[in-house]
């Protein structure tokens, strides 16, 4: 009969240990995906946001939205202006949806998009931004790759996108993404061009001297 009574109070005590260890664990988890995920979302969502806000409105010293397209147009993405206005919308736009969390995964969709046309703008630089080199924008586009795989964790201001606008979202930025990298491309053939054929006639005025 002690014995039966001494197993029983072994029984509970162990049952015991196992409530806190089980909170426990259910915080440690809490802490390290949901508020993790949190402050990622909040510190590069906000920072593409203000990357958005300095191309569209010339904010925090960005250089507005003339500057840029004009330097747009010189990348021989046209109209400067309106490809400005759309990568700047994707920034801002973007950014906030990532850090509230509404709508995922939409925000981090538009930044790996405007990312992905950004890193084949400075790909003649190579791969560091020491040398005016895609580091960032691929860095950027990785982090937004990460955290759509991730997802908002429970802490977020609103509702994720249905499956069905999810779809939509992707084509619409695989088709925006891709003519915009097509219109890059074909420009950076036609500046290449431009600049062997005058090289060439330099060489040949300079031969007949």
């Known amino acids: 009969m002690d014995l039966s009574r001494h197993e029983s109070r072994r029984v509970t005590l162990k049952a015991k240990k196992r409530v806190p260890y089980g909170r426990s664990r259910f915080f440690e988890e809490f802490i390290v995906r949901h508020v993790g995920l949190v402050l990622a979302r909040v510190v590069f969502g906000c920072y593409l946001a203000v990357h958005g806000a300095q191309k569209l409105f010339g904010l925090f010293g960005g250089h507005g939205l003339?500057?840029?397209?004009?330097?747009?147009?010189?990348?021989?993405?046209?109209?400067?202006?309106?490809?400005?206005?759309?990568?700047?919308?994707?920034?801002?736009?973007?950014?906030?949806?990532?850090?509230?969390?509404?709508?995922?995964?939409?925000?981090?969709l538009m930044i790996a998009g405007t990312m992905a046309v950004a890193s084949t703008t400075h790909r003649k630089n190579g791969p560091l931004a020491s040398n005016g080199g895609f580091e960032l924008p691929l860095t950027n586009m990785?982090?937004?790759?990460?955290?759509?795989?991730?997802?908002?964790?429970?802490?977020?201001?609103?509702?994720?996108?249905?499956?069905?606008?999810?779809?939509?979202?992707?084509?619409?930025?695989?088709?925006?993404?891709?003519?915009?990298?097509?219109?890059?491309?074909?420009?950076?053939?036609?500046?290449?061009?431009?600049?062997?054929?005058?090289?060439?006639?330099?060489?040949?005025?300079?031969?007949?001297?």
């Open 142 to 209: 990785a982090m937004a790759v990460a955290l759509m795989s991730a997802g908002t964790g429970v802490l977020r201001l609103g509702p994720h996108l249905s499956k069905s606008l999810i779809r939509k979202a992707v084509l619409g930025g695989v088709i925006l993404a891709g003519g915009s990298l097509a219109q890059l491309l074909i420009a950076s053939r036609k500046q290449e061009q431009i600049h062997l054929v005058t090289t060439e006639e330099s060489t040949v005025a300079e031969s007949a001297a």
């Open 66 to 108: 003339e500057a840029t397209g004009a330097g747009f147009d010189k990348m021989g993405m046209k109209p400067g202006k309106l490809m400005a206005a759309v990568a700047g919308a994707s920034e801002l736009g973007g950014g906030l949806l990532t850090a509230t969390g509404i709508a995922d995964p939409l925000g981090p």
